[in-house]
């Protein structure tokens, strides 16, 4: 079946540091791609999306490529701050017809911590 | 602002008392789910509804049961909640098939 892979956490950074959390997923096909994230006590929020190869999902600083020749949807900011410290999840999703209305296949999240 | 809605944010219940939780929506989409998620692990999908159409993932227990009555809300009923349910418990959206999920804030259920 299909799988969402997230690199493994803690992270752990200084602010203004770069971030990378790289992501891999196994669907074939098409899927739409997502990155969520979560602060503490919150749903879930998305920050960014794509949807088809190629494509540059980007939104508050955060940035993540669409590669379907690696399968992968790493994402990436150059400067992180206090306040990015949250959760992130990156997930897929296809549209795979009859009742799979649109289900999203999640990594296993990734806890991001910006110390001062 | 069109959103999803969750009531209540924090509930307590004692081991073996129902409990409903509620979720609500503005934004008119036609998918509507509920997911289980403990302590910073990816959410689990329980089930979803398409309109009125009811689906049920394989492994979600008996004891979790869901209401539509509306496009506009959804229940999640725990009917004999025990001390391995609690955890947070977070409503989505989405307006078809294909589409990102829209979260509400989530409900944190406490079993005592």
């Known amino acids: 079946g299909n799988s969402v892979t997230q690199m493994e956490g803690p992270v752990t950074l200084s602010e203004e540091a770069f971030l990378t959390i790289n992501c891999t997923y196994t669907?074939?096909?098409?899927?739409?791609l997502f990155w969520y994230v979560q602060y503490p006590g919150e749903g879930l929020q998305l920050l960014l999306k794509?949807?088809?190869?190629?494509d540059k999902g980007s939104n508050k600083g955060f940035e993540a490529t669409y590669r379907k020749e690696t399968t992968s949807f790493h994402l990436e900011k150059g400067s992180v701050q206090v306040s990015d410290s949250a959760v992130y999840f990156c997930?897929?999703?296809?549209?795979?017809?009859?009742?799979?209305?649109?289900?999203?296949?999640f990594g296993q999240g990734t806890i991001l911590t910006v110390h001062p | 602002d069109a959103m999803v809605i969750q009531n209540p944010r924090y509930q307590v219940t004692q081991f073996g008392k129902p409990v409903t939780l509620s979720c609500s929506q503005t934004?008119?989409?036609?998918?509507m789910y509920w997911y289980q998620q403990k302590s910073s692990q990816a959410p689990k999908l329980l089930f979803h509804?398409?309109?009125?159409?009811?689906?049920n993932e394989a492994d979600t227990p008996d004891n979790f049961q869901s209401r539509r009555p509306n496009t506009s809300f959804c229940f999640l009923d725990i009917r004999s909640p025990g001390l391995g349910d609690a955890a947070m418990y977070l409503c989505?959206?989405?307006?078809?098939?294909?589409?990102?999920?829209?979260f509400g804030p989530g409900t944190r259920l406490t079993v005592l």
């Open positions: 989505a959206t989405s307006p078809t098939s294909y589409n990102e999920q829209f």
């Open positions: 669907a074939t096909g098409y899927p739409s």
């Open positions: 794509a949807t088809k190869a190629d």
């Open positions: 997930a897929d999703t296809l549209n795979a017809g009859g009742t799979s209305y649109g289900k999203l296949t």
């Open positions: 934004l008119n989409h036609n998918v």
């Open positions: 509804y398409y309109d009125k159409d009811f689906n």
